[in-house]
């Protein structure tokens, strides 16, 4: 066990305090600096887990005070997410010391994980665009988004590195975070790297999409307008996840079992330290789905259900998002027997016209009615007579031409 007593600044301006760490849950070695994961005791305050960052050089050095001028920023605003830590302390202008910061923590830092399931994807990808939407409201964009810099519980996400968020990003900066996403998602699903790398300035691969859709398919409709080169925003994609059906709780971890910590012997030098988290949250089946299986179930066993809380109107660019969402897995659900595809660029899935729109054959069309036969011949119901509007009986049509034939020839064999 490793103790530390650090004097460092507050995010409140109160001045320097001290700080009772106990860093005995491993560390993480990168390129700018050291991770170190365990306990810290603020003066007066109570114990939470934390992580203790020490920069190993001049490039660590901004790269932390980079991260601490984004903490203050979002502090300005009140930014209050459970995507982020808090920053409790640091000291990046000391002459003598390296720079540091302490901020906390929720879950520990993790080298990898087994590719997630189904149900536990949605969570996390959940969780990391609420990030990048929460960044991008306060104008900021993350600037690299890999698996080191996540931390993990068992249950949620947590960004845990800001060192390379960039304020008053342009389009291309956001579209990129957005992509960055998409490639990590894409890793937690396969376990393979993603083409558009941590940054997500790589090409998008119709190869990774096409998988999705096959192995993941919610998952590959969520991401599907970042794959087609969309652009949509960060809040467009939570849009399109509306459609996503939330699973039951769980806290399994996808790490095998007896797996620990990752620590200064098992933890490869790289080009960062960032860690991360992964969660499949227990939420409660949707308002509508919960309403119409209550009403299904005998009104003796249905048991009263809470009113769900209220929830904020879409507006048009969101409606849209859900919208398209469910018609593209209704058009996946008509090719599960088939070679799933993707739909056209920039537009929602083709679907035969449906009863009733005027614009195509219904469902019964080709199909004989009842008064028909195929490849029987028949005569009309009301042969040999036919009443008119008036009430009255007449010969019907088709006896009337066959008598006249009758009697033309019969007059032409009298004449002969």
């Known amino acids: 066990m490793t ?12 001045g320097r305090v001290e700080f009772a760490l106990t860093l005995d849950q491993g ?40 991260e601490v001028a984004v903490w203050g920023g979002l502090r300005m605003e009140d930014v209050r997410a459970d995507q982020f830590g808090t920053l409790l302390g640091f000291d990046v202008d ?47 964009a993350l600037g690299e988004l890999s698996p080191g810099m996540l931390l993990w519980d068992g249950r949620r996400l947590q960004i845990a590195d800001l ?12 579209a990129r975070d957005v992509r960055a996403a998409a490639g990590l998602l894409f890793w937690l699903a396969s376990g ?6 941590p940054d997500g300035a790589g090409p998008a691969d119709e190869a990774e999409l096409r998988w999705m859709v096959r192995h993941h398919p919610d998952l590959g409709m969520v991401l599907r307008p970042v794959f087609d080169e969309e652009v949509p925003t960060a809040a467009e994609v939570l849009a399109r996840m509306e459609g996503w059906p939330r699973s039951g709780d769980t806290t399994e971890r996808d790490v095998p079992a007896g797996q620990d910590s990752p620590t200064e012997q098992d933890v490869p030098e790289d080009d960062d330290t960032r860690t991360v ?11 509508g789905r919960t309403t119409r ?7 003796e066993r249905a048991a009263p259900k809470p009113p769900p809380p209220p929830v904020p109107p879409a507006t048009d660019g969101a409606s849209r998002a859900i919208e398209n969402y469910r018609r593209e897995k209704q058009w996946l659900g008509q090719r599960r027997h088939g070679a799933p595809a993707h739909p056209p660029v920039g537009s929602a899935p083709p679907f035969p016209p449906g009863p009733g729109t005027g614009t ?28 008119g509007d008036d009430g009255r009986r007449r010969p019907h049509p088709a006896l009337v031409w066959p008598v006249v034939f009758v009697l033309v020839v019969l007059i032409l064999l009298v004449v002969l």
């Open 277 to 287: 988290e992964i969660h499949a949250t227990a939420h409660a089946a949707r308002a």
């Open 3 to 14: 103790t530390e007593i650090a004097l460092l600044e507050t995010p409140s301006g109160e």
């Open 163 to 174: 060192g390379n968020a960039v304020g008053q990003p342009d389009d291309l900066r956001a």
């Open 192 to 197: 393979e790297e993603s083409s558009f790398g």
């Open 293 to 299: 299986a209550a009403q299904a179930e005998p009104a």
């Open 27 to 66: 560390s993480r070695v990168g390129a700018r600096y050291r991770s170190h994961y365990g306990t810290v005791r603020p003066a007066g305050g109570a114990e939470v887990e934390c992580v203790y960052k020490v920069a190993t050089g001049a490039m660590g050095k901004r790269v932390l005070s980079n």
């Open 360 to 387: 195509g054959p219904g469902p019964n069309a080709g199909r004989p009615g009842p008064a028909q036969g195929i490849g029987v011949p028949s005569l009309p119901r009301d042969f040999p007579f036919r009443v």
């Open 94 to 140: 000391s002459p003598d010391d390296p720079a540091r910061l302490v901020q906390t923590r929720r879950g520990r830092p993790l080298t990898g994980t087994s590719p997630l399931t189904a149900e536990r994807l949605r969570q996390p990808a959940h969780d990391v665009f609420t990030a990048l939407r929460v960044l991008a409201d306060n104008a900021y």
